[in-house]
């Protein structure tokens, strides 16, 4: 027994604790071997050796466990200190500054509307029901409202649907000419692949004398526009309706993902509609109080561009804050 506790003492580490184990009490240990003969004693003597095996196993027990546990902190404390971390130290593989594709999106349109000359403009977010719909053409009542699927609040007030209520306060603070772009957060109720109930969106308006502005400028600078996002594009004007333009105009290009030939993406059209446009629709020029003007509008969605441009599946993964999204761009 003498033996076996000098064996215990002398363990270094677990591997060496758990040898002694086995010498004592594994499947051919001495205790187990000692325990193995009380079958062959007489019945007198077993009852006392036993009484005295079991006292010795119960303090090899005691003093095993002992040592197991004090062998167990020392090896916590070792693998402790050698895994310990330095928290001060700088992590040269920051990742807070990578560029979230949104505002590369958005840095690469204003580049473009900046550099022929518009001015970037910025409104509330939260609207009020003149701004965002009355001079827009869109009085009480009118049916087009429901397409927009207000976030509303109390006293006439809500968030803004789209960038167009920029136009109309741009107009209200300055004269004509107005050459701007507004680009910024809109929200709607909305929640899909597609959708998400906060996006960006870009909104542009020219205004000059009667007969200075006309559809072929609008065409030119949007068609360059998009050419310049995507590359080499097929673009088409689709007529459309909005209340604030007249006449008004969806715009198609060519599918980037299947090259016009028909896909998934385009439900097989070979097309894929990126923005809406038109000649600024008279009722908005009196609301704003301006006479003997032209002019044109137009408007996207960024998160759209987006997609369309890096080939992004869905559009509420932008707003997810996953780095592996992130760290593709
Ligand atoms: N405001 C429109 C929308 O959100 C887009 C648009 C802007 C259309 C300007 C025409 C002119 O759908």
């Given at each position: 027994?003498a033996?076996?506790?000098?064996?215990?003492?002398?363990?270094?580490?677990?591997?060496?604790?758990?040898?002694?184990?086995?010498?004592?009490?594994?499947?051919?240990?001495?205790l187990?071997?000692?325990?193995s003969?009380?079958?062959?004693?007489p019945?007198?003597?077993?009852?006392?050796?036993a009484?005295?095996?079991?006292?010795?196993?119960?303090?090899?027990?005691?003093?095993?466990?002992?040592k197991?546990?004090?062998?167990?902190?020392?090896e916590?404390?070792?693998?402790?200190?050698?895994q310990r971390v330095?928290?001060?130290l700088?992590?040269?593989?920051?990742?807070?500054?990578?560029g979230?594709?949104?505002n590369y999106?958005?840095?690469k349109?204003?580049?473009?509307?900046?550099?022929?000359?518009?001015e970037?403009?910025?409104?509330p977010?939260?609207?009020?029901?003149?701004h965002?719909?009355t001079?827009?053409?869109?009085?009480e009542?009118?049916?087009?409202?429901d397409?927009h699927?207000?976030?509303y609040?109390?006293?006439?007030?809500?968030?803004?649907?789209?960038?167009?209520?920029?136009q109309?306060?741009?107009m209200?603070?300055?004269?004509?000419p107005?050459?701007m772009?507004?680009?910024?957060?809109?929200?709607?109720?909305?929640?899909?692949?597609?959708?998400?109930?906060m996006?960006h969106?870009v909104e542009?308006?020219?205004?000059?004398?009667a007969g200075?502005?006309n559809f072929?400028?609008?065409?030119?600078?949007?068609?360059?526009?998009?050419r310049?996002?995507f590359g080499?594009?097929?673009?088409?004007f689709?007529?459309?309706?909005?209340?604030?333009t007249?006449?008004?105009?969806?715009?198609?290009?060519?599918?980037?993902?299947?090259?016009?030939n028909?896909?998934?993406?385009?439900?097989?059209t070979g097309?894929?509609?990126?923005?809406?446009?038109g000649?600024?629709?008279?009722?908005?020029?009196r609301?704003?109080?301006?006479?003997?003007?032209?002019?044109y509008?137009?408007g996207?969605g960024v998160?759209r561009?987006?997609?369309?441009?890096?080939?992004?599946?869905?559009?509420r993964?932008?707003?997810?804050?996953?780095?592996?999204?992130?760290?593709q761009?």
């Amino acid at each position: 027994m003498a033996e076996l506790e000098a064996m215990i003492d002398y363990a270094k580490d677990s591997a060496a604790l758990e040898q002694v184990r086995i010498k004592a009490v594994g499947k051919k240990g001495i205790l187990t071997e000692y325990f193995s003969t009380l079958k062959s004693l007489p019945e007198e003597e077993k009852k006392t050796f036993a009484k005295s095996l079991n006292a010795l196993r119960k303090s090899f027990e005691e003093h095993f466990s002992t040592k197991q546990k004090e062998l167990e902190a020392q090896e916590l404390e070792s693998t402790l200190s050698a895994q310990r971390v330095d928290v001060s130290l700088f992590n040269l593989r920051s990742k807070q500054s990578i560029g979230h594709p949104v505002n590369y999106t958005k840095d690469k349109i204003i580049e473009y509307f900046t550099r022929m000359g518009y001015e970037l403009c910025e409104g509330p977010l939260v609207e009020d029901d003149f701004h965002n719909f009355t001079a827009l053409n869109l009085p009480e009542y009118h049916p087009a409202r429901d397409m927009h699927d207000t976030f509303y609040f109390h006293d006439n007030k809500l968030l803004r649907t789209h960038t167009s209520p920029v136009q109309i306060r741009t107009m209200l603070a300055q004269k004509p000419p107005i050459k701007m772009i507004c680009l910024g957060e809109t929200f709607r109720r909305d929640y899909d692949l597609t959708h998400s109930p906060m996006f960006h969106q870009v909104e542009g308006l020219v205004v000059d004398r009667a007969g200075a502005v006309n559809f072929a400028h609008l065409k030119y600078i949007l068609e360059s526009f998009l050419r310049y996002m995507f590359g080499d594009v097929k673009v088409r004007f689709r007529s459309s309706f909005f209340p604030f333009t007249e006449p008004s105009a969806e715009v198609d290009i060519s599918c980037v993902f299947c090259q016009g030939n028909g896909c998934r993406v385009c439900s097989h059209t070979g097309w894929l509609e990126v923005l809406g446009c038109g000649m600024v629709d008279d009722n908005v020029f009196r609301a704003v109080g301006y006479e003997d003007v032209s002019g044109y509008a137009f408007g996207m969605g960024v998160e759209r561009l987006c997609m369309l441009s890096l080939g992004i599946g869905d559009l509420r993964s932008f707003f997810e804050t996953d780095l592996r999204l992130l760290e593709q761009f």
